[in-house]
Every structure is written in C-alpha cells, then in structure tokens.
C-alpha cells in the first residue's frame, strides 16, 4: 500500500507539472515500499538517481515556464529547488562514503517537501499560470 496518494489536494492545475509532481510520489512510494521490506538501503541508491534525473528535469522546466511568463514568485522558487538538490547531492554522498540511516532522512524531506513546497508554494503559480493560458 502506498504512503502517499495523489489527490486533487496536490495538484498545480498545471498538466505536465502535476504529472511530474506524480513521478514524485511514485518515487516517495518506492522508497517507503524497500523500507517496508527491511531494504531501505539497497533500494536508495536507485532513488537518489531517480531523484537527481527528477530534479534536473522538472526544476529546470518549472523554471523555464517561471522564466517565460516572468512569474513573480520565480526566486522563491529558484531558491528552494536549489534547496532540494543540495540536499539529495549530500545525500547521494553520504550514501557514497557508507553513511546508514539515510533512507529515514530522505523519505523524512521528502514528505516534508509534499507539504511545505508543492502545496504550499507551486499552488501558488496555478492561478497565475493558467491565466497565461498554461493548463
């Protein structure tokens, strides 16, 4: 059974973001299945690297659509996404030099980040950007 299941709650009402917001979940879920399954650490790993490819993309086209409708909040968000892939880097190196208990820390910023960015903040461009014509 997933932690975490998607509901409107989530949404951007952006498309292509609240698919991208449910690869996240998707990953958030995974990690808490391994776990579940006594292998935190053998499976964290592959979600740092999903992680990592999910920040590269997302942030960046988040960032773009931001950029070229000249949103508001733009640093905000900036920040913070600078914020998340600073944290999953020092993860993914603490991983590296064999740190344990990381698996507790991630799946702990991740639904902290469900909370405290998506809902909190990405809600806000919604508005904004469906304005703009951007759905």
Do not use: C
């Amino acid at each position: 059974m997933p932690l975490y299941a998607w509901t409107p709650t989530y949404s951007v009402k952006v498309k292509r973001f609240d698919e991208d917001h449910q690869q996240l979940f998707s990953i958030i879920n995974e990690l808490h299945e391994g776990m579940s399954q006594g292998r935190g650490k053998e499976i964290l790993h592959d979600v740092l690297i999903k992680l990592l490819r999910y920040t590269e993309r997302h942030f960046i086209a988040e960032e773009a659509v931001m950029k070229a409708l000249n949103y508001p909040g733009l640093t905000t968000q900036v920040d913070q996404h600078r914020i998340f892939t600073k944290k999953i880097m020092e993860v993914a190196n603490q991983y590296k030099a064999g740190t344990t208990g990381l698996s507790i820390d991630v799946l702990d910023f991740l639904t902290k980040w469900l909370s405290q960015h998506i809902v909190a903040v990405d809600k806000q461009y919604s508005d904004f950007m469906n304005a703009k014509g951007v759905a």
